[in-house]
């Protein structure tokens, strides 16, 4: 499986961003999308992930601001995020798992937001 990430920027704060991950290659099999963050210094966080049935979970710091959702025709997941602030800078990365379990993580994608 590949991944191909999209829609990170600058952005004020306050403001939103769409990013979109596409998967390519042996898509069927794939169960679990997610979204993963990180900063220089820390360890990667989940922020989002979205199960091959809907079902949905979220990081707390995350909660009524950022959506994820997947469109299973393109083999895509998106995070919608609103209300951005400056804390939510960080690289954002694509994470897919299929039943194996084998773990696909997309190149990285770099949001900042200012303030």
């Known amino acids: 499986v590949q991944l191909v990430e999209s829609g990170g920027g600058l952005v004020q704060a306050g403001g939103s961003l769409r990013l979109s991950c596409a998967a390519s290659?042996?898509?069927?099999?794939?169960?679990?999308m997610s979204w993963y963050r990180q900063v220089p210094g820390k360890q990667r966080e989940l922020v989002a992930h979205i199960l091959r049935g809907g079902s949905t979970t979220y990081a707390d710091f995350v909660k009524g601001r950022f959506t994820i959702s997947r469109d299973y025709a393109k083999s895509t997941v998106y995070l919608q995020m609103n209300t951005l602030e400056p804390e939510d800078t960080a690289v954002y990365y694509c994470?897919?798992?299929?039943?194996?379990?084998?773990?696909?993580w997309g190149q990285g994608t770099q949001v900042t937001v200012s303030s």
């Open positions: 994470r897919v798992s299929d039943w194996s379990p084998n773990v696909y």
């Open positions: 290659g042996s898509t069927s099999h794939i169960n679990t």
